[in-house]
């Protein structure tokens, strides 16, 4: 006698699911990164740059090669200076975050407090916090959205970054057409070969994309704290390893981890990218702190410096 089957879910009870289970996901998260992001903002100041506005910056001496019409008469007369009056740039540049949620990123050890993905989303959000704060335009990458700022641009990343997660989903970007003169920012344990993390960095940089990279482990993948008989599982596949040592292993292991790290270090020193490493078990303030530094300097300073 056969067993009924249950029947499939309506794509209306599949919606109601993803909404059940974004609901539940939302609240902790988005809680703990607008912390991060309120930690952080006390400590730095607003991203303000001159540029081509009307909003008043400041005054500043007069330099060999600026316009006689830039000069402030009014300022320069009580002072035995010239004086240029400079505005700020009410053309903010669009800032693109992506933050990578394939099957590795769910990893989490017995000594860390969040996995890999929800440390990523909290970066990720807090990071877009900031930045809208600071009157920026942020838009999650590959989600065909518009830059946006204020509330509404928030909540619609919020739920572009937190939802239902897609083990299929790649560990890498795929190519996506960007203003030139855009920041990405690109959050993932950057675990994928070696050579699709070069293409990739090389195409951002034929494209004059300014890119900013933070590595997430968890610190089981840092440290390699496994002894004895240990057995090893694929994440994304259905590799198996039974290691009757596994304390073996763990030179061979971190020579191999800090080579993988030292290329995309070196590559992104050599294409004018910023790399930084962050571990699930330190605090998310020091990597966030980091990545809006390297933000605010490739903006204000034409510069871009590898942060750690």
Not at 35 to 44: D, E, I, K, L, P
Not at 113 to 122: G, L
Not at 200 to 208: E, F, I, P, Q, T
């Amino acid at each position: 006698m056969s067993t009924p089957q249950s029947p499939m879910p309506t794509p209306a009870a599949r919606l109601r699911e993803q909404a059940d289970a974004l609901a539940e996901a939302l609240p902790p998260l988005l809680a703990e990164a607008e912390h991060v992001a309120n930690t952080v903002s006390q400590g730095v100041h607003g991203r303000r740059r001159s540029g081509l506005g009307e909003a008043f910056w400041q005054f500043r001496r007069f330099r060999e090669g600026d316009e006689a019409a830039s000069i402030d008469w009014r300022r320069s007369a009580r002072s035995r200076h010239l004086f240029v009056r400079e505005t700020e740039s009410e053309a903010a540049e669009a800032v693109y975050i992506w933050r990578d949620g394939s099957a590795s990123m769910d990893y989490r050890s017995d000594d860390a407090p969040a996995t890999k993905r929800d440390r990523a989303t909290v970066l990720a959000f807090a990071l877009a916090t900031l930045l809208i704060q600071g009157g920026e335009r942020v838009a999650v990458l590959g989600e065909g959205a518009a830059p946006g700022t204020g509330r509404a641009a928030l909540r619609q990343i919020a739920h572009r970054l937190i939802g239902s997660p897609d083990p299929r989903e790649p560990s890498l970007p795929a190519p996506a057409a960007l203003p030139r003169h855009a920041q990405l920012v690109l959050i993932s344990d950057f675990l994928a070969p070696a050579a699709d993390i070069t293409a990739l960095m090389k195409d951002l940089s034929a494209k004059g994309i300014r890119t900013h990279l933070v590595q997430v482990l968890d610190p089981a993948e840092e440290d390699f704290p496994f002894e004895g008989r240990t057995e090893f599982e694929g994440v994304e596949d259905t590799l198996r390893i039974m290691v009757g040592r596994a304390q073996s292993l763990r030179q061979a292991y971190h020579d191999r981890l800090e080579s993988h790290r030292n290329h995309i270090r070196q590559l992104a020193r050599e294409l004018d990218f910023t790399f930084a490493a962050h571990r699930t078990d330190r605090p998310p303030q020091t990597a966030l702190l980091g990545l809006y530094t390297a933000l605010a300097g490739s903006r204000d300073m034409g510069t871009r410096r590898g942060v750690r």
